[in-house]
């Protein structure tokens, strides 16, 4: 079970670049893929970017491109770098687990909003 909590987000124009830091905590952080979710009002919870613990990258075509996802297990913490971020970016953006059955909580999140 791993414990997460999510900095970093504010509030961007469109071309804009954030980046999101997760700090976690658990002794076995280093095993467990991870990702960056983010959940708009009214839409469901989407996975935007995943790490294996082997350092393998996915991202879904939307954002591809324009996010890189990282990780430092000696510090556990895991990063999302947006750039060129699009009004449809705006959400709340999660860390965990993503295999659901080794997750803990959800966090609290932190809030990307891009706008004019």
């Known amino acids: 079970q791993v414990q997460l909590v999510e900095s970093g987000g504010g509030l961007v124009h469109p071309g804009g670049s954030l980046r999101l830091s997760c700090a976690a905590s658990?002794?076995?952080?280093?095993?467990?893929?991870m990702g960056w979710y983010r959940q708009a009002p009214g839409k469901q919870r989407e996975l935007v970017a995943s790490i294996t613990s082997g350092g393998n990258r996915r991202y879904p075509d939307s954002v591809k491109g324009r996010f890189t996802i990282d990780r430092d297990n000696s510090k556990k913490m895991v990063y999302l770098q947006m750039n060129n971020l699009k009004p449809e970016d705006t959400a709340v953006y999660y860390c965990n687990v993503v295999q659901e059955w080794d997750r803990g909580p959800w966090g609290q999140g932190t809030q990307v909003t891009v706008s004019s």
């Open positions: 658990g002794s076995i952080f280093s095993i467990y893929d």
